[in-house]
């Protein structure tokens, strides 16, 4: 159980353009995701917080207008790179915190790889 | 910051005991011992999880110093599939926050 399903697993663009990266829960309602980057060789920085129906909370020095973080139900997140640059590559991982889980643990997506070229 | 401190890497024969420390010292009394660990290029997985007593699971042990400042995961048996980036978070139980991963550990497993 608590299965994360995270799409795509590998994207490229160019740059300027957007792209979405999509977060499932798949047998359990997650009121809260969590987005997180990870460049290479680096720990995973904590983005976002995704909160069904209502706004997202950004890390500091997270910029809202360029990861657009939409939770529309309680079993998808998704995140939004919008006019992606080269520095926008990264690593990116959601996770969700399973609601009344005696272990209380953060079940975590398979990541997406962007390349912005 | 990350609450805890890690070394950077460890090596540890197949087979053999892999045994990963972790110092926690400023950890709060409902701050619990998360382990998780990451396989390259795939997200991190949970392994185990304490408050103050010592844990056992299908993957492994945690042993968690009386005084909580300090921990211990244990991987009994090691195997190849056990090459992979050990973190160690504190946590409090009853929260919703995101984890803060420090740089964790990178275990190595050798033939």
């Known amino acids: 159980g608590a299965v994360v399903s995270q799409h795509p697993s590998r994207v490229i663009c160019k740059s300027g353009t957007s792209v979405k990266i999509e977060c499932r829960s798949l047998?359990?309602?997650?009121?809260?995701m969590f987005w997180y980057r990870q460049f290479p060789k680096q720990s995973l920085m904590l983005m976002a917080t995704s909160n069904e129906g209502s706004k997202a909370t950004y890390e500091q020095g997270v910029e809202k207008d360029k990861f657009l973080i939409n939770h529309a139900s309680l079993t998808l997140s998704t995140l939004t790179v919008t006019s992606a640059h080269p520095e926008d590559s990264s690593f990116y991982i959601c996770?969700?915190?399973?609601?009344?889980?005696?272990?209380?643990?953060?079940?975590f997506g398979s990541g997406t790889r962007l390349t912005v070229v | 910051d990350a609450k805890t401190t890690q070394p950077p890497s460890m090596d540890c024969a197949e087979g053999r005991a892999a045994n990963l420390p972790c110092n926690h010292s400023?950890?709060?009394?409902?701050?619990?011992v998360y382990w998780y660990r990451q396989i390259h290029s795939q997200g991190p997985q949970y392994i185990i999880h304490g408050l103050k007593n010592n844990e056992t699971n299908e993957m492994a042990s945690l042993i968690i110093t009386e005084d909580r400042k300090s921990s211990t995961l244990i991987l009994p048996h090691a195997t190849l599939r056990d090459t992979a980036v050990y973190y160690c978070i504190v946590l409090s139980g009853g929260g919703a926050d995101g984890l803060t991963f420090g740089k964790g550990t990178h275990l190595i497993i050798q033939p």
């Open positions: 996770s969700a915190r399973v609601a009344g889980n005696p272990n209380y643990g953060y079940t």
């Open positions: 047998d359990f309602q997650a009121t809260t």
């Open positions: 400023t950890i709060s009394g409902n701050e619990y």
